[in-house]
């Protein structure tokens, strides 16, 4: 199955907004940013939004790039790779204060926070959500 451009956007949508809202809930306590709880919540969840909106910006890209391969996909590791990209990006919006609300996040925070939550949702993706949705591989990766 070779995911669609709107299979991958759906996909995306739904992995940072549920796995990565998940994910952040839990880790956003234990991140080293000097300020209170819900601060710190305000300022991790608005880098997940960056992190979701960059995401699906990024998606065209990868859609265009992918049109020059044979088989129109990526390979999982190309997959996992681009979190370097999306990271980078995000980062630069994130630190410039383009972010809803200016979070004040530092480099380590944004790091931990960054990789942590796109490994989650990169294993998330390539595995354990093809058990609840078994349609998901054969309707392009769209979830609707």
Known sequence: MTPTLLGRLQTRVFAVAIIGALWTLILTPFLPIDADLSAKYKATFAVLFVV???GLLWEFVYHFLQQFRW????VAF???LT???EGI???LIV???WAPGSPKVG???FVIQFVTTWLVIWLWINGPM???FLRWRFRGGRLI
């Open 78 to 80: 190309f997959g996992l």
């Open 71 to 74: 088989e129109k996909d990526w």
């Open 107 to 109: 480099g380590l925070p």
């Open 83 to 85: 979190g370097i990209s």
């Open 89 to 91: 990006v995000t980062w």
């Open 52 to 54: 979701g909106a960059v």
């Open 95 to 97: 630190s410039a204060g």
């Open 130 to 132: 093809r058990v609840p």
